[in-house]
């Protein structure tokens, strides 16, 4: 049970614009002055995440709801959106067996299949309402403010098919949100539906490790315990100042020095393992959303984190990341071995292009082409690190998600950023709620200068619009 | 039936960095430069992939095959990677119902679902082979050259599991393949395998068209012929060199332009729609691939797309395009009426939060979110387009494809990049093989630099590893 960071190809002279040796004094100092910086706010409570000691008695309501209802329902279906979903897929992907949605009831052994439905499209909700016999189905409804519009939509949406089938609503929905205010909070006190807490200091994308993520994944069989206990460990790994200890401090800082000083701002996180795929998005969003806003000096800053996988990708985006322009960094997610390998048979052997693999093994297979693009692209002068993990469980993905969260913290103290807010979606959300009639937009207070705008209508100006039209 | 290309937020004053109206002689200019440089190549026959009448006999035995085996399976599995992959997960997306996977055969009307496999961890195909029967199941191995290792690695676990069964490989095979060389192909001759042929002069990011995205999706119920007459009629208007005229050269010549002169290189795909969100991941490998390598100048080039989806991403990417660095464009997708739209029910008028989503329905929310997302972006500067077309159906989807490869063959020349090649994988490849001892790695000849650097094992010199261990 271990993870092993290695960021040799990140340093001279393995990639010429990685880091020089005598570049690691000052990286060690800036990294000190921004952990120091992340103390300072830690103290003040606001890094909820890691207080996984102090959220352990909602924890054991999510267990103990868990075995109450285990047997009772063949679906859980999640709506939830953004931070309220991305972790639930992602542990999905990592912890449940593949084509787990596709198995027959038998096979899955009484354990519920688990859809989440992140966006409003009618099409998608319609498709899994005709998959699931909702007697049988529970909807855990995810909203940390109790406020997201897209997800309040597809409740009603539901709530409405539960009354019309006679079904009892405090039996087949499930909320996750703010402990006192908001909507949900509201209905849920109303009507008696089991409600679990999102501490107030655990901001959305920071909230896989509380029931948003923790509900959905002990509904369908996940050990939670063993989830949070992996995240503590690395989270206790990951708390010191000295760099060269901290994978953490090391995975930020490295990645905001080749940002700053050698202009490869674009952050590819390529995991060789299927089920560490979905790690990739939630990642993106954790690093989009924290980093890139307006800093210190009010510069725009901000890395672009890119979903990838390997060795899919070796044949999508692979080219781009070898032979165009050098601004990315790529993280290696590897697993070090697979439990259930499959040896790849010696037949064909006339075919020379098939014969020489026999007697390998596909997982053997996916690892020589991991360390094979690695190096490939050292060789291209393209930086690389790789975060090797022993297992895809349970533990060792709660302990990379907690490195992850932890290296958001840190780095949105290098960027000079709040890495906590998101105050650019503001705008795109009023100009949806007026457009939709919410009585609040009138009201609201217009904190920023678009916003101004926006309320005295000088957004609505025409400009001459440039269209093609085909067909 | 229509597509309706709006590129107003890509121009002044829309947006500050747009193009200005006196820049618009010397971009026509420019593309028209570019649609002759096209036209030359396309004389030699290298741009196959619009070449869709001539393929109609190789199209018509895909349907004839289709309907020759209907009812015989319950699960197509499709083995293949990158551009043998990519097209039909897009298909599967946007032309089958959703959650088609979780439906039970009777749900499918005897209709079969359809696995991807598109990577070589044991773990997924495990899965898979866990939830199909394989008497019910037909395997199609898709490699354009037939010697792409993953996917072989794939086939040689399936033959042997096959032949364990006692089953005929003949009728649970069916290969896409070279029409004459390859090792896929000779096995096809030997053991009377079905195979259909990849045009060579259709390269495999282009291949969607060919059986390579038709024999899935025929085999699946999708019609073929409607998804490549969209596509005939998308790539007959986009045959011209009058820039205003050509929706697919405003795409890519307003991409290039936004990348040369405003540093916006970074390509963001962004659907508003459940059906057409893994068109954005097809189009991510067409763009990358094709336009990242070294140009004529030897200068490394090309944009960076970005997968993305709406309203979902609202919650995750936006706030890094709204406020990070101005290096972006935005390409929505938009798709204007959905046949199932689902009215949101009147129900909670006591909660404010809710009360006002009533009366409007799901299809209206995410129009409205992605119009008010598009009006922020251009609000903060921030440059985007909009494509809308009438139905998410397959004549519309084989259009927007067709959009989007012409885009990129223009992109390539405005670039000055040969869209049609991937230099840059094959030294991973190499070395790679080289670890699995494939025969003819020693013998391979060796082009360039690093390929020399490689044979000569400069590349193995040790440097000095750094490496942190949590656990």
């Known amino acids: 049970m271990a993870f092993t960071l290695d960021v040799t190809s990140m340093t001279e002279p393995a990639v010429p614009s990685g880091v020089r040796d005598d570049d690691w004094a000052a990286l060690a100092e800036r990294f000190r002055a921004a952990h120091q910086a992340v103390s300072v706010i830690a103290a003040t409570g606001l890094y909820g995440y890691r207080e996984l000691e102090r959220q352990s008695a909602e924890r054991a309501r999510v267990t103990a709801f868990a075995a109450e209802v285990a047997g009772r329902y063949d679906d859980i279906v999640v709506l939830g959106i953004g931070g309220s979903s991305l972790g639930a897929i992602a542990l999905r992907s990592a912890l449940l067996p593949a084509a787990w949605n596709a198995r027959t009831t038998t096979e899955r052994s009484g354990r519920p299949r688990l859809h989440v439905l992140d966006n409003v499209d009618p099409r998608t909700i319609t498709g899994v309402l005709s998959v699931v016999a909702l007697p049988r189905t529970l909807f855990v409804v995810i ?32 909320f996750v949100t703010d402990p006192v205010t908001g909507a949900l909070r509201a209905i849920a006190v109303r009507d008696g539906i089991p409600a679990f807490a999102v501490p107030p200091n655990v901001g959305g994308r920071f909230s896989v490790l509380s029931p948003v993520g923790t509900l959905p994944a002990a509904l369908c069989g996940i050990d939670i315990e063993a989830l949070c206990t992996g995240a503590m460990v690395m989270r206790d790994a990951t708390m010191g100042d000295d760099l060269m200890r901290n994978a953490a401090g090391l995975f930020a800082t490295l990645q905001w020095r080749a940002h700053a000083q050698a202009g490869q701002g674009q952050h590819v996180m390529m995991p060789y393992s299927d089920a560490l795929r979905d790690l990739a998005p939630w990642f993106v969003q954790l690093w989009a ?13 901000g890395p672009t984190p890119i979903a990838s996988v390997g060795a899919t990708d070796q044949h999508s985006q692979v080219q781009l990341f070898m032979e165009g322009p050098a601004d990315k960094t790529v993280t290696f997610l590897r697993v070090e071995a697979s439990a259930d390998d499959v040896e790849i048979p010696r037949l064909e052997a006339g075919e020379k292009a098939l014969a020489f693999l026999g007697g ?8 020589v082409e991991c360390r094979a693009t690695a190096r490939a692209l050292a060789r291209a002068g393209r930086p690389s690190m790789t975060m090797t993990v022993g297992a895809s469980d349970a533990w060792h993905v709660g302990g990379l998600m907690m490195w992850l969260m932890q290296a958001t913290t840190l780095a949105g103290a290098l960027y000079r950023v709040n890495p906590l807010d998101q105050p650019g979606v503001e705008l795109g959300k009023r100009l949806a709620n007026r457009e939709l009639g919410h009585p609040d937009f009138a ?27 085909v067909g």
Request: charged share 30%; no cysteine.
């Open 143 to 174: 909203s940390k403010s109790g406020g997201t519009v897209e997800t309040l939509a597809q409740y009603l949406v539901v709530r409405d098919r539960l009354a019309r089938e006679g079904l009892d609503a405090a039996r087949h929905l499930a």
């Open 443 to 469: 009201a609201s207070v217009l904190t920023s200068d678009l916003a101004s705008d926006l309320a005295s209508g000088a957004e609505d100006r025409p400009v001459p619009t440039r269209r093609i039209r």
């Open 360 to 367: 390998h093994t596909l997982g053997e297979l996916l690892d």
């Open 289 to 301: 959303e924290s980093l890139g806003k307006v800093d210190a000096d009010g510069m725009h800053v």
